[in-house]
Antibody, heavy 120, light 106 residues
């Protein structure tokens, strides 16, 4: 059974970098048919897919146009986890952030969510 | 691709039938899924590729449609079914979600 455990700060100052990690159990971050995603949810933007990392002979990334210039998603195979970095945050980046697995179809396993507040 | 869900809120009683709609701004063929979300929880996958129930999802949940119009039906509402439901397409990147339908107790 796949489980995703999120960690990271819930408070980030404006203009700084939001960093979250998602630890995987029951699967491998290097699995060939799986993608590892970050999704956020806010009252103003609803559910918004931010990006993913996946391994197909090498590491690849896809990012949403809305955050492409500010986002990095990376995998750590030694710890079987993946991470989100979102630079230059503003109050509009305040949301609940989720990590999620996709099996090349839909998001079948999700992390517990992290409420991120952007405030000085 | 923009997904529009209706109605925004559905007020029903346990045992009643719920019919939720999701319309896409362009065809998603059959690559449409549904999620259920309860307060304080992550979304849970219910239906994938229009009509396939995810693992462990009861048979009272069913999906139908194609192209741009899709429906999620809950044949007889159980108390635990009162929640918010989202549709999501996997035809194109970025993946997009609908705005949700809240099924509330009447």
């Amino acid at each position: 059974h796949v489980q995703l455990q999120q960690s990271g700060p819930g408070l980030v100052k404006p203009s700084q970098t939001l960093s979250l990690t998602c630890a995987i159990s029951g699967d491998n971050v290097s699995s060939n048919n799986i993608g590892w995603n970050w999704i956020r949810q806010s009252p103003s933007r609803g559910l918004e897919w931010l990006g993913r990392t996946y391994y197909r002979s090498k590491w690849w990334n896809d990012y949403a146009p809305s955050v492409r210039s500010r986002i990095t998603i990376s995998a750590d195979t030694s710890k079987n986890q993946f991470s989100l970095q979102l630079n230059s945050v503003t109050p509009e980046d305040a949301a609940v952030y989720y990590c999620a697995r996709d099996d090349k179809k839909f998001f079948d396993f999700w992390g517990q969510g992290t409420l991120v507040t952007v405030s000085s | 691709i923009v997904l529009t869900q209706s109605p925004a809120t559905l007020s029903l009683s346990p045992g009643e039938r719920a019919t939720l709609s999701c319309r896409a701004s362009q065809s998603v063929t059959n690559f449409l899924g549904w999620y259920q979300q309860k307060p304080g929880q992550a979304p849970r996958l219910l239906i994938y590729d229009t009509s396939n129930r995810a693992t462990g999802i009861p048979a009272r949940f069913s999906g139908s449609g194609s192209g741009t119009h899709f429906t999620l039906t809950i044949t007889s509402l159980e108390p635990e079914d009162f929640a918010v439901y989202y549709c999501q397409q996997r035809t194109t990147w970025p993946r997009t979600f609908g705005g949700g339908t809240k099924v509330e107790i009447k």
